[in-house]
T-cell receptor
Framework: ETGVTQTPRHLVMGMTNKKSLKCEQHLGHNAMYWYKQSAKKPLELMFVYNFKEQTENNSVPSRFSPECPNSSHLFLHLHTLQPEDSALYLC????????????FGQGTRLTVV | AQTVTQSQPEMSVQEAETVTLSCTYDTSESDYYLFWYKQPPSRQMILVIRQEAYKQQNATENRFSVNFQKAAKSFSLKISDSQLGDAAMYFCAYRSATGNQGGKLIFGQGTELSVKP
């Protein structure tokens, strides 16, 4: 248990659906991240938030929309996804400007049908 | 841009034996951090060990140790006395020490380690 909780663990959605992934941490971290993990590919950084402000969008399509209402919660809103968006979505948190590692959640396994 | 390469997609080791996982990286920075993460079937990414680039001494955590060769940009992980619970996907990761990089991690492709009883 790393202190980062993601829900749901599994999600199946149609291409016309709208869903949201949730990430929560109570570790006092000020930075939160979304990563995408596809089969046979390295983890890809999607978004970075520091102190609730988005500091990086790694050329992610607009059908993925992040939201960080406070430093403990991070959402990823999904709409009109494509089958190739099926992947494991991992949330992580850490302390920016401090040399600590990132703590990861268990991920949401997303399948787009 | 920084890159991380793990050239071994799969590795296998006999229980109680030693195995070394390879990782190379490319960067123009002089100060950074390197990590090995473990991802078991539960999918939870767990930190195994970390190394600060400014430290010459290789990091060690119980049965896990690294061989950090800064000039060669190599960062291998050695697992001694392998246990069945060590079976997992292992990822090498790089993090810039520059604050404006957002603390992001750059990952290699991963090495799947199996442990034979």
């Amino acid at each position: 248990e790393t202190g980062v909780t993601q829900t749901p663990r599994h999600l199946v959605m149609g291409m016309t659906n709208k869903k949201s992934l949730k990430c929560e941490q109570h570790l006092g971290h000020n930075a939160m991240y979304w990563y995408k993990q596809s089969a046979k590919k390295p983890l890809e950084l999607m978004f970075v938030y520091n102190f609730k402000e988005q500091t990086e969008n790694n050329s992610v399509p607009s059908r993925f929309s992040p939201e960080c209402p406070n430093s403990s919660h991070l959402f990823l809103h999904l709409h009109t996804l494509q089958p190739e968006d099926s992947a494991l979505y991992l949330c992580a948190s850490g302390r920016e400007f401090v040399d600590t590692e990132a703590f990861f959640g268990q991920g949401t396994r997303l399948t787009v049908v | 841009a920084q890159t991380v390469t793990q050239s071994q997609p799969e590795m296998s080791v006999q229980e109680a034996e030693t195995v070394t996982l390879s990782c190379t990286y490319d960067t123009s920075e002089s100060d950074y951090y390197l990590f090995w993460y473990k991802q078991p079937p539960s999918r939870q990414m767990i930190l195994v060990i970390r190394q600060e680039a400014y430290k010459q001494q290789n990091a060690t955590e119980n049965r896990f140790s690294v061989n950090f060769q800064k000039a060669a940009k190599s960062f291998s992980l050695k697992i001694s006395d392998s246990q069945l619970g060590d079976a997992a996907m292992y990822f090498c990761a790089y993090r810039s020490a520059t604050g404006n990089q957002g603390g992001k991690l750059i990952f290699g492709q991963g090495t799947e380690l199996s442990v034979k009883p």
